[in-house]
């Protein structure tokens, strides 16, 4: 039977989840095993239960119980599902739920950078990608078209953050990832020699003098590539460009120099993808 709790007092600990904690105490990096992470909208929800996530509860508007969220309801066995009407939901989050629905999940333990690329002939590297935003349309682009996993330095913005997991569309649940380097936010840039050590050739998206054009038929002839793209406002570092073994850039047109680094990562996967 569903354990449907009415939402009576918006102080119980146990809304804390949805109302109060911060992104930072969800994530928990001082006590990683008790870190959790937010999934908002049914479909979302299914696709991090398919993936095998473990729930901790749910939070949507009374009218789903029997409505969108039902076949999400009936796969959580007896997990707390507190529930009330639109109005109280928005004054409890302080914004309107996507398609009424937020369950929360564990977060569970990253994989290793050799577990991740393991069987992988495609990775995708995120060097500073600091905007949630970005991150969760890199990880839709990357698993639409054919990459096989994405590594990220620490200074990156986590994929587990709710706006990125909204954006993903669930993506962050159905690609394989983990951080590359050492567990220091300020150090921003890519240890390119551990990608060269299993066996990728590299590819830096950058515009440079030398850089070759997406297109270039060698790239395709790569059976192991990693594509590494670089923030939103710099790009990729210097010393990370000069290890890679290419450095490739989108032709522009019109006087435009780059792409935001999402739409820039959907191009080179579309072309990159292609084996």
Request: hydrophobic share 40%; charged share 25%; proline share 6%.
């Amino acid at each position: 039977m569903p354990n449907i709790i009415e939402i009576t007092d918006f102080n119980v600990p146990e809304l804390d989840i949805y109302a109060r904690l911060s992104e930072g105490q969800l994530l928990n990096r001082h006590e990683p095993e008790k870190g959790l992470f937010i999934a908002e909208s049914p479909k979302v929800v299914e696709r991090a239960l398919n993936a095998g996530y473990t729930p901790v509860s749910l939070l949507l508007e009374k009218k789903h119980i029997e409505g969108e969220a039902r076949e999400v309801i009936s796969r959580i066995g007896d997990v707390p599902v507190y529930t009330a009407d639109f109005h109280v939901l928005a004054e409890l989050t302080g914004y309107q739920l996507t398609r009424g629905v937020l369950c929360a999940m564990k977060r569970p333990p990253l994989p290793s950078v050799e577990e991740v690329c393991k069987k992988a002939g495609r990775i995708v590297v995120l060097e500073r990608v600091t905007n949630p935003t970005n991150v969760g349309a890199i990880f839709r682009s990357a698993a639409a078209l054919n990459m096989d996993a994405i590594l990220l330095t620490p200074a990156c913005s986590n994929p587990f953050y709710r706006r990125s997991i909204r954006v993903s569309m669930g993506s962050v649940f159905q690609i394989p990832w983990t951080y590359l380097g050492r567990e220091d936010p300020e150090d921003f840039t890519t240890d390119v020699s551990v990608l060269k050590r299993l066996g990728f050739k590299t590819v830096a998206m950058a515009l440079t003098k030398d850089s070759v054009s997406l297109d270039d038929p060698l790239l395709r002839q790569e059976e192991k590539l990693a594509i590494l793209l670089g923030s939103e406002g710099d790009g990729l570092a210097s010393s990370t460009i000069s290890a890679c073994d290419y450095t490739v850039c989108i032709p522009m047109a019109h006087g435009v120099d780059s792409l935001n680094v999402a739409a820039a990562s959907a191009v080179a996967f579309w072309e990159l993808g292609k084996m």
